[in-house]
């Protein structure tokens, strides 16, 4: 049982060294620079701050209930299905549909960011609120935008009869490994972190 898994994770850092590791650090540092650019916009355009709203409820619809409490069991299946999505797009060659979902979730933290600031919270209280289950959450996203860039890039590569490219059927196996062995583990702890701990922590501030 353990030698498989050591093989699978050992293709899964062939992955990262091959490409993965510089589509993740792109990946992560537009996200921060564009959640910047959306809080300043969620504070100072107004329609914006609409369209983050429209987002967040289609987003969160079905993963709270009245009681305000979450579904912890809706919030992972939403986030595995995400996830994978992303890195889906990526087999969709010379078109980088996966770095839409960058400014996409980074519109929800930088707007959500503003939404605080504007409704007199602490900034603490914000962070309370996403940091814990964020630990998690956020690294599993910045994977799955680097995997997605990532298979983009090859499977583009491929079509143009790269010969250093990785063929789109490699690709599909280290979404598949890189989807079970990394993803999932990460968001499962991500959620139950959400439901159990997050509101705790919340509750720490007025």
């Known amino acids: 049982m353990i030698s498989p898994l050591r093989r699978n994770y050992a293709s899964l850092k062939d992955c990262w060294n091959s490409g993965l590791k510089e589509h993740?650090?792109?990946?992560?540092?537009?996200?921060?620079?564009?959640?910047?650019i959306f809080f300043?916009?969620?504070?100072?355009?107004?329609?914006?701050?609409?369209?983050?709203?429209?987002?967040?409820?289609?987003?969160?619809?079905?993963?709270v209930s009245e009681?305000?409490?979450v579904d912890g069991?809706?919030?992972?299946?939403?986030?595995?299905?995400?996830?994978?999505?992303?890195?889906l797009y990526g087999f969709l060659p010379f078109i980088r549909f996966s770095a839409l979902a960058i400014g996409t979730n980074a519109m929800m933290l930088g707007c959500m960011a503003a939404l605080y600031v504007?409704?007199?919270f602490s900034?603490?209280?914000?962070?309370?609120?996403?940091?814990?289950?964020?630990?998690?959450?956020?690294?599993?996203?910045?994977?799955s935008f680097a995997m997605g860039l990532y298979i983009c890039d090859n499977v583009s590569r491929f079509f143009r009869r790269d010969t250093s490219a990785c063929t789109p059927w490699t690709c599909a196996v280290w979404l598949a490994r890189f989807h079970l062995l990394v993803l999932i583990p990460l968001l499962?702890?991500?959620?139950?972190?959400e439901v159990y701990v997050t509101p705790l922590v919340?509750?720490?501030?007025?």
């Open 73 to 87: 069991i809706f919030l992972l299946t939403n986030n595995i299905t995400a996830c994978g999505m992303i890195m």
């Open 123 to 143: 900034m603490l209280t914000y962070f309370a609120g996403i940091l814990l289950h964020g630990i998690l959450e956020l690294p599993a996203m910045f994977l």
């Open 188 to 193: 499962t702890g991500a959620a139950l972190l």
């Open 24 to 36: 993740f650090v792109l990946s992560t540092a537009a996200f921060f620079i564009l959640v910047v």
């Open 118 to 120: 504007q409704n007199g």
């Open 67 to 69: 009681d305000g409490s």
């Open 40 to 63: 300043l916009l969620g504070m100072f355009v107004p329609q914006v701050q609409e369209n983050f709203m429209a987002l967040t409820e289609a987003a969160m619809s079905g993963a």
């Open 202 to 206: 919340m509750g720490l501030f007025p």
